[in-house]
């Protein structure tokens, strides 16, 4: 059993899909053996992951504008979204990388363990249907993420109106044992703290910094 399938819970039928996944072209160009690499299964991951998104949102917030929605699907599926995603289960020191991109940090590149995660998405569903993708996907996007894209987008949205001004978020401290953390986080525009949250990772506390930031100027209740 490949580690990664201990990770996330799932032990493929077809573990070529899973190795494909995983597999980076530049690992692939320089195989002296014919090989694929995990560029279709990211092409066709990025949808599976923007319906199982959208459908979530979707039945998530039932009065939400369509604006809104799209924003918040816009941040869950983005690259930096997907690269902290991708963080969770370690993805990146299970691709199979070329020697020029194991060099040049590759498993550490946002733009490739992102692509990775997609390409991993796409081996799920094709390995066990929408349903094993959806259960694989929603983890990440609940328990706060949500909220957190919609907050922390919103606070952004309200300071790039001057585009002067810069934003910023700092970890303040954590305590607790491994399996229940709490992370403390400050929102800072400029040099000026702005909002004051906890959360069991730093995102989710992020989420309730911005949170706080918006209900003091008056945003959000």
């Not at 990664?4 to 002296?32: C, M, Q, R, V, W």
């Not at 369509?66 to 869950?76: I, V």
């Not at 309730?208 to 918006?214: I, N, P, Y």
Request: glycine residues 8%; contains cysteine.
């Amino acid at each position: 059993m490949h580690q990664l399938e201990t990770i996330i819970g799932y032990t493929f039928k077809d573990p070529t899909l899973l190795e494909t996944a995983l597999t980076h072209t530049s690992f692939a160009n320089e195989s002296k053996t014919p090989i694929h690499h995990n560029e279709r299964l990211e092409f066709l991951g990025d949808s599976v992951l923007s319906i199982v998104v959208a459908d979530h949102l979707f039945h998530q917030w039932k009065d939400r504008p369509e604006g809104e929605l799209t924003r918040a699907r816009a941040s869950l599926v983005c690259e930096s979204a997907l690269y902290e995603f991708a963080k969770e289960i370690d993805l990146g020191s299970f691709l199979r990388l070329g020697k020029g991109e194991e060099r040049g940090g590759g498993r550490h590149r946002p733009s490739v363990v992102s692509d990775a995660f997609e390409a991993l998405i796409a081996a799920l569903y094709l390995d066990g249907g929408i349903e094993v993708a959806r259960a694989f996907i929603l983890p990440f996007i609940t328990e706060g993420k949500t909220a957190e894209a919609d907050y922390k987008t919103q606070l952004q949205e309200v300071i790039q109106q001057n585009p002067e001004e810069r934003l910023r978020y700092e970890l303040e401290g954590e305590d607790g044992p491994d399996h229940d953390k709490r992370f403390s986080m400050a929102v800072y525009l400029n040099s000026n703290l702005i909002g004051r949250g906890v959360g069991h990772s730093k995102k989710a506390a992020e989420q309730a910094a911005a949170k706080e930031a918006l209900r003091l100027m008056g945003l959000v209740d």
